[in-house]
């Protein structure tokens, strides 16, 4: 952003944040899941496998994660800590999403088993990684996953390797990928507890962490000038959170669950709505609204799809 750019949306980028009940929003969200449990070690649990999952309709990934937490009996730790894939397997009949198979889902799982049969927590395991000179939780989180992932998967498949399906559920930034739902997870455990995000892993740094890059956090990105990258990667999602510091640097991410329920609830749609325009309090610094509201001429931004 340019300097004018910061000038225009510092106000009204605070004001947004501080006016909007954002909370009375988390039944709509993912993060309601794990907030069912008060054990931190369960909290960790539930968060990972509800992030890992969050793509698509928030009622049909809830729904086939529920189906997992029904397996559980309200106890995901224990259930973990004594997890006998042989015993378990029979109970994941019949339980996919999207694109994961059944075996990708009960291999998660056997992999989440195998971290708290490990390492005693994620938070442990996550937070045994994670380096205070690094300018941020990418190299942290490409461990981690590097980790995960080099589980032996054979007891699940029959053989080495990780399937598509499975991989989906493993993104790392060392290839590349924004990482949205892991970077959402991250978000929940490492921003301070403000009835929406947990604080649990208090050792790390909240202005360490990368905005969860979804359509949502695209596109509104883009009409604040936020953004000026194309392509929604780690690279779109580091200057994102670069712009958000520079109104508050050491908690940019508390602006997050904000700007995507924007979208999420349909107060800043897709198509241009003039009269949703004009109530809405980042009008100011909006390209997108000014031109619906006919304070300036030009076409609307191009659309951006995440999967």
């Given at each position: ?43 960790e649990l539930v968060g990972w496998l509800a992030a ?256």
């Amino acid at each position: 952003m340019t300097s004018k750019q910061k000038e225009r949306l510092a106000p009204l980028i605070k004001s947004f944040f501080q006016s909007h009940p954002h909370a009375e929003r988390i039944k709509a969200d993912p993060v309601e899941l794990p907030h069912r449990y008060t054990d931190p070690r369960e909290i960790e649990l539930v968060g990972w496998l509800a992030a890992a999952l969050a793509y698509g309709r928030v009622d049909l990934f809830k729904a086939a994660v529920e189906k997992i937490l029904a397996l559980m009996e309200g106890r995901p730790y224990s259930y973990l800590a004594r997890f006998d894939p042989v015993r378990e397997r029979p109970r994941f009949k019949g339980i996919y999403y999207r694109l994961n198979s059944t075996d990708d889902l009960f291999c998660f799982i056997y992999m989440m088993s195998r971290v708290v049969q490990r390492f005693g927590s994620v938070g442990a395991l996550f937070r045994s990684l994670y380096r205070e000179e690094e300018e941020d939780l990418g190299p942290t989180l490409s461990r981690f996953i590097g980790i995960v992932s080099s589980i032996d998967s054979r007891p699940v498949y029959g053989k080495k390797g990780i399937p598509d399906g499975l991989r989906q559920l493993l993104s790392s930034p060392a290839q590349g990928s924004a990482c949205k739902r892991m970077n959402l997870y991250l978000r929940w455990m490492v921003r301070p507890s403000d009835g929406i995000d947990f604080g649990l892993w208090r050792e790390v740094p909240p202005g360490k962490l990368i905005i969860p890059l979804d359509t949502h956090i695209v596109r509104i990105s883009r009409y604040l000038g936020l953004t000026r990258r194309k392509s929604p990667d780690w690279k779109m999602a580091k200057e994102i959170t670069q712009s958000l510091k520079a109104f508050d640097p050491l908690d940019p991410l508390k602006y997050d669950f904000g700007l995507c329920h924007l979208g999420i609830s349909g107060a800043c749609p897709i198509e241009r709505d003039r009269e949703k325009c004009r109530a809405c309090s980042l009008l100011d610094g909006c390209r997108r609204g000014r031109r619906a509201v006919g304070a300036i001429q030009g076409l609307p931004l191009p659309s951006i799809t995440i999967s």
